[in-house]
């Protein structure tokens, strides 16, 4: 079975600083991974994806994320943090199946400070 | 513009009444799903359905019903509405791609059950 955990439900940085959001995963076979944003008041928006390419992910606004198996994480980084990121972060895991089913974590609330 | 549309964006309702949720996407994706978020961010999977067919029916009380008119729509039914309703309802569709399953979502509904 397949499992994910955001080790961290609050997160608080100072503007400029970096970011660290972490995920471990529990799964069987090889993963699909994905980190996804939901600003205030708004749906929810991939932000990056690991699909058994490159296991250094790139995303949109500066996020990236590294697949690490021998420790099964994918933590979410960011080298400085904006106003603008403040957001749920989730992290996700796919199974294989044919079903389309995502896991979610619990979500990762970041806050950032002037 | 290629989305995911939800209709309403906001209901308000007294209990025990019946409403709908409406679901467009107009990505040509074979798959749709229906999530629930509560008041503390955690999203639930409900439902999904691959080219009009059910193939994720979660723990869901029978008071909602999901249906699908076609592939890119998939509307949201619910009998019966309590009190444990309130929550946001998301909308997403997802391509069929081997490996990987992003989802794309749509803004969301948001029921309040008084």
């Known amino acids: 079975a397949q499992s994910v955990t955001q080790l961290d439900s609050h997160v608080s940085v100072s503007e400029g600083t970096p970011v660290l959001l972490r995920c471990n995963y529990s799964?069987?076979?090889?993963?699909?991974l994905f980190w996804y944003v939901q600003h205030p008041n708004k749906g929810l928006q991939l932000l990056l994806k690991?699909?058994?390419?490159a296991t250094l992910v790139k995303g949109i606004n500066g996020f990236e994320a590294e697949f690490k198996k021998s420790e099964t994480s994918f933590h979410l980084t960011k080298p400085s943090a904006h106003m603008s990121d403040a957001a749920e972060y989730f992290c996700?895991?796919?199974?294989?199946?044919?079903?389309?089913?995502?896991?979610w974590g619990l979500g990762t609330s970041l806050a950032v400070n002037p | 513009d290629t989305a995911v549309s939800q209709t309403p964006k906001y209901l308000v309702t007294q209990m025990g009444n019946d409403k709908s949720i409406k679901c467009e996407q107009n990505l040509g994706h074979d798959t749709m799903y229906w999530y629930k978020q509560d008041s503390k961010k955690f999203l639930k999977i409900m439902f999904s359905y691959n080219n009009k067919e059910l193939i994720i029916n979660e723990t869901v009380p029978n008071r909602f019903s999901p249906k699908s008119p076609d592939k890119a729509h998939l509307n949201l039914h619910i009998n019966s509405l309590e009190l444990g309703d309130s929550a946001v309802y998301f909308c997403a569709s997802s391509p069929l791609i081997a490996g990987g399953s992003e989802q794309f979502f749509g803004p969301g509904t948001r029921l309040t059950v008084l």
């Open positions: 799964s069987s076979y090889s993963p699909s």
């Open positions: 996700v895991v796919s199974n294989a199946g044919n079903n389309r089913k995502l896991i």
């Open positions: 690991y699909t058994s390419a």
